[in-house]
């Protein structure tokens, strides 16, 4: 009986024993997860320290260097993206005639520069035509034109919803009226427009009439109206459109809308911050941009201008359209693009802040300062090449 009951506590003890390793190897964490904790503070410290040096996020190719230097030869992999950031190089198709193609390449592309400044960074749009009676949408296109045909969009709506899903943008420059936006779907699914049926006074087209920007530096879409501040126009360049600074963020009526068949477009969801251009010739104004975000499960971007009955090459219009297409296409940078599986992720807040004079060419004492200021997220996404 003794014998029995001495196997009996050796048992109790064992099992004793095995229950108190077993604690003691769970308040400790697995090696992964000192990884992931040695990873995690590792891309804090490097963001925090490419900050603290003076690094020039826009400088992708110092940013890009730099990091090489912290972490080659090493088993660490990483990738970096700047968001709130436009890519510098945008590839974008266009849906339309050859005649909207000559106008919109003269606005993007014009013949004595391919390129402008931004956050002194430069930009190139580039620009290809589409066959508008066959609609498609590749995903080698940032972002996509579609100008007056195909009438309706609806046979279309499927493939855009795919293609903005992968957080690319669509700008539609096209007269709208009832007919076309009730008998078009995706005018509801893509672009969120609906028709206001209140009848307006005055004439749109009217030479008195003006074009005033709404969004207001807290909306969320506001980096199109600071982005049409900030890009060069040709004529006087560095400068960017006193004119339209100096006379309270309102300009002449490039859009001049048609004033037998008025547009009143207003946002399906009634959401008025969506509209960023009014024209003031009609009680009540004029929508004459409307833009949408998170169109597709929280991707893509869409935008609607008013074309109007005019042809030309309004420099204005051709500004805004630059502006439009850096925001429909992402504003996000990758800097660097290696897959990681399972990354740890640290991100760092930074802004680009320039003061500069709205018209060089004058006297300093005379003239009038704006301050260009712009935030950024960075993020860093660190891993390791084996495992």
Known sequence: MKGFMHVIEIVIISLLVIVVIGQLFRSFPSQSAWDRTQLNALSEDILHSMKAAGVQWTDTSSVEGQLSLLLGGTSIIYDLEIQNLPRPSLWVGCLCTTTEYDEFRNMLTTTTRQWFMLNAMNYSISLERLDPENPDFPLVYDAIIIGAKPD????????????????????????????????????????????????????????????????????????????????????????????????????????????????????????????????????????ALIVRDKVVKGFGRTAWVSAGYQTGEAEEKAILMKALLLWVSGETLHVTGHEIKNPETAYLIDVIERERYLNPSMNQQLNQKTTFFHPLKIVLSLGYALK
Do not use: W
């Open 152 to 287: 309706f969009l609806e046979g279309s709506q499927n493939l855009m919803q795919k293609y903005l899903a992968t957080g690319r943008g669509i700008v539609e420059i096209r007269h709208l009226d009832a007919a076309k936006i009730d008998n078009d779907a995706a005018q509801q699914t893509v672009f969120g427009l609906e028709h206001d049926f209140v009848p307006i006074s005055g004439d749109p087209g009217a030479p008195t009439s003006k074009v005033a920007f709404n969004a207001a530096p807290e909306s969320r879409y506001y980096n199109v109206r600071k982005y049409f501040l900030a890009i060069p126009n040709v004529s006087s360049e560095p400068d960017s459109l006193d004119d339209f600074i100096n006379s309270s963020f309102v300009f002449s009526n490039f859009l001049k809308q048609d004033p037998v068949n008025p547009e009143r477009v207003l946002p399906d969801d009634g959401n008025l911050e969506r509209i960023l251009l009014e024209v003031t010739g009609t009680t009540p104004h004029s929508p």
